[in-house]
C-alpha cells in the first residue's frame, strides 16, 4: 500500500480515528458501509486511473485495504510495465 | 420426517386460534404445542442432529402453508427456521450438538433479537457493547422488539464483539432461556402481526464463549451467506401464503351460494378486480422460487446481482402481497372485506400485510439497491 492510498482511504473510515491503518484491518470494523463504498471506489478509481470490473466489487475486496490495493494494484500494473 | 399430516395438524391449530390470537394480542401457544409434538419445529435440523433435514424450498412451502391460515404464525415459524440455519451452518460444534436434538425434538423454539433502539434498524450494527472474562461473555441489552420472546426457549443476539472499537463490529450469541434474565419493558399493541406478541424486553445474562455463533466479528458475513437470505426467503413466504390464503377464501366465497348473489362473472369490473391478485401472486411466488435456486447454486451471496434479487424479493412480496389483499378488500366490499367478523379474514390479513413493508424496511433496502446497481455496469441478471 502506498500512502496515497492510505491518505484516500482515511475519510471514508470514520472510526479509525487518527489511529493507523494497516493492510489487514476490516474496512467494515472502520466505518465502510455500503453507500461508503460506491464513494470510495469511485476515489480510488479517479486516483489511480483504473475501472474495477464489476465481478471484482465483492466483499471480498473491499474486506480489507490490502485486499482493495492487491486488486488496485493487479488492474495497473500494465501500464506500470509501459505494456498498456 | 415431517409430514403432509404434521403441517396440516398444524396448520389447523393455527386457523382455531388465529382470531382470538389478533383479538387479545398474545402468542398462540397452542400452535407453538403442535409444532413442538409434530416435529415441524425441527424441520430445518439437519438429519444427523435428528431433525427433517429440510431445504429451503421445504422451509418455503411450510411457511406458505402456516400463512394460509395466519401470517402471525408464518413469521413466528420462519423466523424461528432463520435461527436454526443459522446454527446449523455456523455454530461451534459444541452448540450444535447441544441445541440442534433439542430443537429437532420440539424442546427449543428460538426467538431472535436484533433489533435496537437508536440504529435505525440496521441488522448489522449494534450499541450493545459484552465484555468477555475468563470464557464468559456478559450480555446486557434492551430489545425493543422481541417476537415470541416470552415464550422462547433459547436466543440468537447480536451483540458488539467484546472490545469493539465501531458499532459494525458484531457478534451473533446464543442464549438458553435460563441463562438469561429477562425483563418485560412494555406491552404490544400493534396494527398487525398481534400474536407475535413481539414485546420490548431487557435482556442480561452470561454465556460460555463457545456459544458465539461464528468466529468473533464475522457477522457480516454470516448475515451476508445465510441470515439475511433465509429470512427474506422465509418472510416472502409468509406473505405470500396470508395473501394466497385471503385469494383462496375469496374465491370459494365467489362460488358459493350467498357469494353467486354477490359477484356476477359476466361482470368485468369483478373479472378484472378477480385477475389482478393472481398475477401478483405468481409474480412473488416466480421470484421466491427463483431466489432459492439461486441461493442453492452460488458460493459467494456477497456479489451484487445476487444481493440485490435477494432484496428484490423482500420489497416485491410485501408490496405485491399487500396490494394484493387491498384488491381483494374492495372487490369483497364493506360486509366481507371490512368487517373482523367475515370469514373470509381479510381485514386482519390486510392489517398483518401492512407490516411487511416495514419488517426490515424496502425503504432500507432500496438505499442499499441504489449502491448496489453502481457496483454492477453490466446489468448481470442472477
Known amino acids: 500500500m502506498n500512502a496515497e492510498f492510505v491518505a484516500l482511504l482515511r475519510p471514508y473510515l470514520k472510526y479509525a480515528g487518527d489511529q493507523e491503518i494497516s493492510a489487514d484491518a476490516k474496512l467494515r470494523d472502520l466505518g465502510l458501509d455500503s453507500l461508503r463504498a460506491i464513494e470510495l471506489l469511485f476515489a480510488v478509481e479517479d486516483a489511480f486511473d483504473v475501472v474495477i470490473p464489476d465481478e471484482q466489487l465483492t466483499d471480498a475486496t473491499f474486506e480489507t485495504p490490502g485486499s482493495l490495493w492487491t486488486v488496485i494494484e493487479k488492474l495497473s500494473a500494465p501500464s506500470l510495465d509501459g505494456c498498456a | ?252 366465497h365467489a362460488r358459493s351460494d350467498a357469494g353467486r348473489r354477490q359477484f356476477d362473472p359476466s361482470s368485468q369490473l369483478v373479472l378484472l378486480r378477480l385477475a389482478s391478485p393472481r398475477a401478483r401472486l405468481d409474480v412473488v411466488h416466480a421470484l421466491l422460487k427463483h431466489a432459492i435456486c439461486v441461493v442453492h447454486g452460488q458460493q459467494d451471496l456477497s456479489a451484487a446481482p445476487v444481493q440485490t434479487l435477494l432484496n428484490t424479493l423482500k420489497i416485491r412480496a410485501a408490496d405485491e402481497c399487500f396490494e394484493a389483499v387491498s384488491e381483494l378488500l374492495l372487490l369483497a366490499g364493506l360486509r366481507h372485506g371490512y368487517l373482523t367478523q367475515s370469514p373470509l379474514c381479510l381485514e386482519r390479513t390486510l392489517r398483518d400485510l401492512r407490516s411487511a413493508a416495514l419488517n426490515y424496511s424496502n425503504d432500507r433496502l432500496l438505499l442499499a439497491g441504489g449502491s448496489l446497481a453502481l457496483m454492477d455496469s453490466e446489468v448481470r441478471l442472477a
Open chain 2, 1 to 252: 420426517m415431517i409430514t403432509e399430516d404434521c403441517l396440516a395438524e398444524v396448520c389447523q391449530a393455527a386457523e382455531k386460534h388465529a382470531r382470538q390470537a389478533d383479538l387479545d394480542a398474545r402468542f398462540p401457544e397452542a400452535v407453538l404445542d403442535a409444532m413442538r409434538q409434530t416435529g415441524l419445529l425441527g424441520l430445518m435440523v439437519p438429519a444427523e442432529f435428528g431433525g427433517g433435514g429440510g431445504t429451503l424450498t421445504d422451509l418455503a412451502d411450510a411457511t406458505i402453508r402456516l400463512g394460509r391460515v395466519d401470517m402471525s404464525v408464518a413469521m413466528i415459524f420462519a423466523m424461528h427456521c432463520q435461527q436454526v440455519v443459522t446454527l446449523a451452518k455456523y455454530a461451534s460444534e459444541q452448540l450444535r450438538a447441544q441445541v440442534l436434538p433439542a430443537i429437532a425434538a420440539g424442546q427449543v423454539y428460538i426467538a431472535s433479537v436484533t433489533t435496537e433502539a437508536g440504529k435505525g434498524g440496521s441488522l448489522l450494527m449494534s450499541e450493545s457493547p459484552s465484555e468477555l472474562a475468563d470464557g464468559t461473555l456478559r450480555i446486557d441489552r434492551e430489545a425493543p422488539m422481541v417476537t415470541g420472546g416470552l415464550h422462547a426457549d433459547g436466543f440468537l443476539i447480536t451483540m458488539q464483539t467484546p472490545g469493539a472499537t465501531s458499532p459494525t463490529q458484531v457478534d451473533l450469541v446464543y442464549a438458553a432461556r435460563h441463562q438469561l434474565t429477562l425483563e418485560t419493558r412494555g406491552d404490544w399493541q400493534p396494527l398487525g402481526m398481534r400474536a407475535t406478541e413481539s414485546v420490548p424486553m431487557h435482556i442480561s445474562g452470561q454465556v460460555p464463549d463457545w456459544q458465539v455463533v461464528g468466529e468473533p466479528g464475522t457477522f457480516r458475513a454470516i448475515a451476508t451467506q445465510v441470515f439475511a437470505p433465509v429470512a427474506h426467503i422465509g418472510w416472502a413466504a409468509a406473505w405470500l401464503g396470508t395473501a394466497a390464503g385471503a385469494y383462496s377464501r375469496v374465491i370459494k
